[in-house]
Nanobody, 124 residues
């Protein structure tokens, strides 16, 4: 069973940068495509970044493209989300997730394993 634990959230100011980490255990994360999602109160969970098993391919929605960067270090079993130019609308609970079957998943239905999340709050 793959287990995921996020870390790195916090209280930020507009324009700040932050890097989230997702540590995998139980199985090697190189077998999984990975993604970062966020969920704000009262809103659906939103995919903000995805990365293929090797890290050669990535996906971002328009809402974060150019500001967020997903990366992975397979030997360390860790996936990262670098977030720059943070805005109040980026405030959410951020979760990492793993997909065992899809090369570059862009749909929440493909993700089977989930972390508990880490809170990011951006204050104006």
């Amino acid at each position: 069973q793959l287990q995921l634990v996020e870390s790195g959230g916090g209280l930020l100011q507009v324009g700040d940068s932050l890097r989230l980490s997702c540590a995998a255990s139980g199985r090697t994360c190189s077998k999984y495509a990975m993604g970062w999602f966020r969920q704000a109160p009262g809103k659906d969970r939103e995919l903000v970044a995805a990365i293929s098993r090797s890290g050669s391919a990535t996906f971002y929605p328009d809402s974060v493209k150019g500001r967020f960067t997903i990366s992975r270090d397979n030997p360390k079993n860790t996936v990262y989300l670098q977030m720059n130019s943070l805005q109040p609308e980026d405030t959410a609970d951020y979760h990492c997730a793993a997909d065992p079957s899809t090369a570059l998943p862009t749909d929440i239905r493909f993700f089977r394993y989930w972390g508990q999340g880490t809170q990011v709050t951006v204050s104006s």
